[in-house]
């Protein structure tokens, strides 16, 4: 992997403990074209022009010492971070990608706190949560790179509740070589809670032209890996950890195209499986025209082909959430839906607060038949309820006595990504939503007209 189009991070997608979701679709983002005029020069214009709903953002590596750049210092300030808010508030989902084929590794260029303070300062800035480690070439092999960026990861973990955490990594066409294996084993037995595992299915450099067959083949070698470094796993968890990023079209070895068909053959094995993730270098690629492999994919006969063919995999993963006990995180803020003060009386407000494992923040979803869910507080004993049954913007949501009625009744349905969903109740329609998009301790649930927006975006964890 020779250029920048090898650069590949990885993205996000499944919280693994769902049994609902879908594939997401994150294809990378160069973050050097703002204010170039190479198209989509932002994020919004790729929603707007692409339907593009999740993106991830190439790359952080160290600026010199221990700073930020390589790229993704653009979406820390000006137009660049006014591009990431905008686009997660009409309903995108970002990941934050460190790493790569260029550049010195943050876990190189600083201590232990030093790279926990640049990324958590990427994360506060940006109010993303999840965050990809693009691990190859010559830093792949360091144990001493794992052990820092373990750590770091452990301790972000920590501050973040529920933090999507990737591995982006060089695949062979059987599976991965021995040191990526290594990235992934050493993380896990660290303690770090892997969401994904991210092949780079390009460049394999013997000149072959059956890029699709080898992607699955290489996605098939890489769950028979990971399965005995996951053991509570069920198949389709292995499966939901594993994504695939091929480069489209024209690749750094250039006698290996990736094809339209190939995207397609690939979105059914998507589909077949569960994977959870399929991503490509890059966006600005999927554009028709050019003559230059490095700006365009130049197989393209339309703008946004490829991304359109992985997008078929994503609305046909169907299922319903498991019975069990959940804690429930808002996508926005990152912040856990709480009884206050872990009340056990009627009427008491349904709230976001920091996530602190109590059972003021664990629910009980129990399916209750057509696509209805009763959601409990396993601390009251008492549902979620929609206050006197309203069907205006605003309503209160509380917790009461279960009574039966559509008040206590939602939909769980998927979101715009493989991580969240949205709840949705009987009566009056409505979305579950974070009142004035508050970011604090205390913030209310209400109901709203449903928008879409991340605000109404729920993540479920199973206890």
């Known amino acids: 992997m020779k250029t920048r189009l090898s650069l590949m991070a990885a993205v996000a997608t499944i919280a693994l403990t769902q049994l609902a979701h879908a594939t997401e679709v994150a294809p990378y983002f160069e973050t050097w074209v703002y204010g170039s005029g190479t198209a989509p020069s932002t994020l919004m214009q790729a929603k707007s022009a692409g339907g593009v709903m999740a993106a991830t953002m190439a790359f952080g590596v160290s600026g010199g010492g221990c700073s930020m750049g390589g790229g993704l210092e653009a979406n820390l300030s000006g137009a660049g971070k006014s591009d990431i808010l905008n686009f997660q508030a009409a309903g995108g989902r970002v990941?934050?990608?460190?790493?790569?084929?260029?550049?010195?590794?943050?876990?190189?260029?600083?201590?232990?706190?030093?790279m926990y303070n640049l990324i958590k300062n990427a994360l506060d800035t940006t109010g993303a949560r999840a965050i990809d480690f693009d691990v190859e070439g010559s830093q792949i092999s360091s144990g001493a790179l794992n052990t820092r960026r373990n750590n770091v990861?452990?301790?972000?973990?920590?501050?973040?509740?529920?933090?999507?955490?990737?591995?982006?990594?060089?695949?062979?066409?059987?599976?991965?070589?021995?040191?990526?294996?290594?990235?992934?084993?050493?993380?896990?037995?660290?303690?770090?809670?892997?969401?994904?595992?991210?092949?780079?299915?390009?460049?394999?450099?013997?000149?072959?032209?059956?890029?699709?067959?080898?992607?699955?083949?290489?996605?098939?070698?890489?769950?028979?890996?990971?399965?005995?470094?996951?053991?509570?796993?069920?198949?389709?968890?292995?499966?939901?950890?594993?994504?695939?990023?091929?480069?489209?079209?024209?690749?750094?070895?250039?006698?290996?195209?990736?094809?339209?068909?190939?995207?397609?053959?690939l979105a059914a094995f998507a589909q077949q499986k569960g994977l959870g993730l399929l991503a490509y270098w890059a966006l600005q690629r999927d554009m028709p025209g050019g003559s230059d492999f490095n700006d365009f994919s130049l197989v393209n006969t339309k703008a946004y082909e490829f991304y359109k063919i992985f997008a078929g995999a994503k609305a046909t993963q169907p299922g319903a959430l498991a019975d069990g006990t959940y804690t429930i995180t808002s996508a926005f803020s990152g912040k856990c839906v709480d009884i206050a003060a872990a009340s056990t009386a009627n009427s008491a407000q349904v709230q976001q607060y920091a996530c602190n494992g109590t059972g003021a923040q664990k629910f009980a979803v129990t399916n209750m038949g057509q696509g209805w869910y009763r959601l409990v507080n396993t601390n009251s004993g008492k549902a979620i309820d929609i206050a006197a049954a309203s069907t205006a913007d605003g309503a209160k949501v509380q917790q009461y006595t279960d009574n039966?009625?559509?008040?206590?009744?939602?939909?769980?349905?998927?979101?715009?990504?493989?991580?969240?969903?949205?709840?949705?109740?009987?009566?009056?329609?409505?979305?579950?939503?974070?009142?004035?998009?508050?970011?604090?301790?205390?913030?209310?649930?209400?109901?709203?007209?449903?928008?879409?927006?991340?605000?109404q975006a729920w993540r479920f964890t199973k206890q």
């Open 95 to 114: 990941i934050l990608s460190f790493g790569g084929a260029s550049g010195q590794y943050l876990e190189s260029a600083c201590s232990d706190d030093g």
């Open 153 to 265: 990861t452990k301790r972000l973990q920590t501050t973040y509740p529920g933090l999507y955490v990737s591995y982006t990594l060089p695949v062979d066409p059987g599976g991965l070589p021995s040191e990526a294996v290594t990235v992934v084993r050493s993380a896990a037995q660290a303690g770090v809670n892997v969401s994904m595992v991210n092949i780079m299915a390009m460049d394999y450099g013997d000149a072959t032209s059956a890029m699709g067959q080898r992607a699955i083949n290489g996605a098939t070698g890489t769950f028979n890996q990971i399965k005995p470094i996951f053991p509570g796993k069920t198949d389709a968890q292995l499966w939901a950890m594993i994504g695939v990023t091929p480069m489209i079209g024209v690749n750094d070895t250039q006698s290996e195209v990736f094809r339209q068909s190939d995207a397609t053959q």
């Open 404 to 455: 039966g009625t559509g008040a206590q009744r939602f939909s769980i349905k998927p979101g715009s990504d493989a991580t969240t969903f949205v709840l949705t109740n009987e009566t009056s329609g409505k979305c579950l939503d974070v009142a004035d998009w508050s970011t604090n301790d205390a913030g209310k649930i209400q109901q709203w007209t449903c928008t879409g927006n991340v605000n």
